[in-house]
């Protein structure tokens, strides 16, 4: 089984990266055959994607693609220290989605075999 992480810095809002990145963790979540493990970091301006009500311009329901991913097992962080910076860390989040740090990241990353940034 691969194991994969995806750090995501792009914002929700004003380009498709965040949303791009929260349809390729779909799409290697529905892998049914060798389906890799998956996890998911948010960073920078990204943090803001754990928040409840966010959707794009185009209507596409960021919430609810975190929701589902998170509910089907896939972890899900935001940098503690980048949601400090932009008074999140104590806002309540998306169901599923946690807090994780710089050592937790550090070693998500030395156990993936891919890491796909976005």
């Known amino acids: ?3 994969i992480l995806l750090i995501v810095h792009a914002a929700p809002h004003g380009s498709e990266r965040f949303l791009s990145a929260l349809r390729l963790a ?3 979540h529905a892998v049914e055959a060798d389906a890799p493990r998956l996890r998911l970091f948010f960073m920078s301006d990204a943090t803001v994607g754990g928040l409840p ?5 185009a209507g ?3 919430q609810t693609m975190v929701e589902q991913l998170a509910a089907a ?3 899900v962080k935001l940098c503690r220290t980048c949601a400090l910076a932009r008074g999140l860390a104590d806002l309540p989040l998306i169901a599923g989605v946690g807090i994780g740090t710089l050592p937790e990241l550090a070693q ?4 993936a075999d891919k890491v796909i940034t976005f």
Do not use: F, K
């Open 108 to 111: 998500w990353t030395l156990e």
């Open 26 to 28: 779909t799409a290697l």
């Open 53 to 57: 009500h966010q959707s794009d311009g």
């Open 73 to 75: 097992g896939v972890p």
């Open 60 to 62: 596409n329901a960021l």
């Open 1 to 3: 089984m691969q194991n």
